[in-house]
């Protein structure tokens, strides 16, 4: 079993910043990508941004140039660091890790973690 637990959220103005971390734990083998999605109230959820084991990185159109992703390998956990964060901002943030289980037969997986608030004030 794999959990995704994510930090970082919170409440900030217009023009500030907020760094989310997502860390994964349990039975992992390797982690391909991870990324961010948000989900806005009464709306479907978006991806955010993705980045690949090597380090390749995706953005959504809306966040690029403010956000940036970024991971560390060695303690499977990835970051979003938003800045010049917008209203339109606002939503819950969740990780997802696409991974190969620890047990015997390295199956593929795709988890999500249980997601954090963002909320921009104007």
């Known amino acids: 079993q794999v959990q995704l637990v994510e930090s970082g959220g919170g409440l900030v103005q217009a023009g500030g910043s907020l760094r989310l971390s997502c860390a994964a734990s349990?039975?992992?083998?390797?982690?391909?990508?991870m990324g961010w999605y948000r989900q806005a109230p009464g709306k479907q959820r978006k991806l955010v941004a993705t980045?690949?084991?090597?380090?390749?990185?995706n953005y959504a159109d809306s966040v690029k140039g403010r956000f940036t992703i970024s991971r560390d390998n060695a303690k499977n956990t990835v970051y979003l660091q938003m800045n010049s964060l917008k209203p339109e901002d606002t939503a819950v943030y969740y990780c997802n890790a696409d991974l190969l289980d620890g047990r015997a037969l390295h199956k593929r997986y795709n988890y999500w973690g249980q997601g954090t608030q963002v909320t921009v004030s104007s």
């Open positions: 980045i690949t084991s090597s380090g390749s990185t």
């Open positions: 349990g039975s992992i083998f390797s982690i391909n990508a």
